[in-house]
């Protein structure tokens, strides 16, 4: 006779099933799983039925829930083996259940095989079979008492520990691993905060050629326990972490860095160098036709000697014109700049670190490289992606305690969003690099989005504001 836990409770015996209806009923055998080839005691169990209110006689109430089992294990089995089952001694009541009486029973058996099994492939055959034993949430109709809630944590424990080994037997054998991904999917959306089962799905992820999502998964993880429990994820997934970056996002090499100026003050791209403005207006070539003001004060064509433009309008724009002149610009200037203030966003609507500035003598740093998702990179609509840099501490001082922190654009439908607008940097001292790493949703339209990053300290304050920022700039298609 088996007693399934691992899901709804049921009790089946050569092909035949049953299950008892009442919560009472449910409660009393439940509470006789949860202590396995224990016999547990009269008083014990009617505190669990009835916590809040004993009943006049206990012991009679008990005994009640005892031959309503009885009478639903004989259904299945008849009378003659229905005492051996379910028996009651010294006070107390239990059950026969031999080594494998139940499914839960059953999987500890198969991870304890399977862990003294020297072939991997049959020690993952037996780990599969115990892990389809699984059917749902352990005990999961049955009133929660304390032993029953203990028990189901057990049970919930013990197949994190097979799925756990069962995916390292995988990844080195040769079952597929889509259908492994998929559990492991499932099971760490429910223990957020358990590191080896993240550093399994990360590298099934990442050897099915979906390195951007381990890397998204691993960015998660970090803020999760960042938030809960104020720690960094473990050096085992941290190593992970850069090996799935070493080999760039999609499995392939990572890109070359970037050409750095020589010299650079933050985690910057450097601006483009402004185009020479010329002294003068450089004379056209000889017997081209321009148009001019001649030197006899007419405007036309010509081939002849001509003077330039600059200099004939500022003498001709002399005294009450050249007043007049003025007025005109002033008032012109002045409506461009109510335009642009009426364009631009309020300074309440900035951030703070656009109005503080921290410079440091002989902070510096570069961009060594988009290690993810450079410039120009195609991602799909909706889709979300974790942009990685590398940054150089090339500066004196060491960074303690920065951040990145998203610059304009902000805000927008047609934008990449990041659900913080902060990325904390790793403490990195000077001659060493940091990889920073931030979690991009694309817009659900076709777009272009080139989103800046400045480095700043815990109140937002700029460390290098002489210089522009970092960013991804990534092309959002259908």
């Known amino acids: 006779m088996d007693f399934l836990v691992l899901g709804n409770l049921t009790i089946t015996h050569q092909g035949q099933s049953t299950a008892p209806t009442a919560a009472k009923d449910r409660a009393f055998l439940g509470e006789l799983l949860a202590h396995p080839g224990e016999t547990v005691s009269t008083e014990h169990l009617a505190n669990a039925l009835w916590p809040d209110r004993l009943p006049a006689d206990p012991a009679n109430a008990v005994q009640v829930r005892a031959s309503r089992l009885r009478a639903l294990l004989r259904s299945l089995t008849g009378p003659v083996e229905t005492e051996p089952v379910l028996y009651s001694r010294a006070g107390g009541y239990g059950l026969n259940l ?10 500890q058996r198969a991870l304890s095989l399977a862990g003294e099994e020297r072939d991997p492939e049959a020690a993952a055959k037996t780990l599969r079979e115990g892990l389809d034993l699984w059917r749902g949430e352990p005990f999961s109709d049955v009133p929660q008492t304390p032993c029953v809630l203990e028990r189901a944590a057990h049970a919930q424990e013990l197949r994190l520990s097979a799925m756990e080994l069962y995916a390292e037997l995988t990844f080195s054998g040769e079952a597929a691993l889509g259908t492994l991904v998929a559990e492991l999917a499932e099971l760490t959306s429910r223990n957020p905060l358990r590191e080896t089962l993240h550093h399994r799905l990360m590298r099934a992820l990442h050897a099915t050629g979906r390195s951007a999502e381990a890397l998204t998964l691993y960015e998660r993880l970090r803020r999760t326990l960042r938030d809960e429990l104020g720690t960094d994820p473990g050096p085992e997934l941290r190593d992970l972490h850069r090996e799935i970056l070493a080999s760039g996002s999609d499995g392939t090499e990572t890109v070359e860095p970037r050409p750095e100026p ?3 003050g933050s985690a910057t791209d450097p601006a483009p160098p402004a185009k020479p403005v010329e002294a003068v207006d450089p004379a056209p070539p000889a017997g081209s036709t321009i148009p001019a003001v001649l030197a006899d004060g007419s405007w036309g064509w010509s081939f002849k000697e001509t003077v330039p433009w600059g200099v004939l309008l500022r003498r001709r724009l002399s005294g009450k014109r050249a007043r007049l002149t003025a007025v005109v610009a002033v008032v012109v200037c002045l409506l461009l700049g109510a335009a642009l203030w009426l364009w631009l966003p309020r300074p309440e609507e900035l951030p703070p670190e656009t109005h503080l500035v921290r410079p440091i003598p002989g902070d510096r740093s570069r961009l060594a490289k988009d290690v993810t998702y450079p410039d120009g990179s195609t991602v799909r609509v909706g889709e979300t992606f974790v942009k990685t840099w590398q940054i150089d501490n090339i500066g004196t001082v060491p960074w303690r305690d920065r951040y990145l922190y998203r610059q304009w654009p902000w805000d927008g439908e047609d934008l990449c ?10 403490d990195t001292e000077p001659g060493e690099s940091a ?9 659900r339209e076709p777009a272009r989005c080139k989103v800046y ?9 700029q460390y290098m504001p002489h210089l522009s920022g970092i960013f991804f700039d990534v092309t959002v298609v259908p």
């Open 435 to 443: 990889l920073v790493s931030v979690e991009v949703r694309a817009p």
């Open 453 to 461: 990053w400045k480095m700043v300290d815990v109140d937002g304050n």
């Open 262 to 264: 020589a010299e650079t």
């Open 417 to 426: 969003q990041t659900e913080h607008r902060s990325v904390r940097i790793p």
């Open 98 to 107: 031999g080594e494998t009486g139940t499914d839960l029973a059953r999987m």
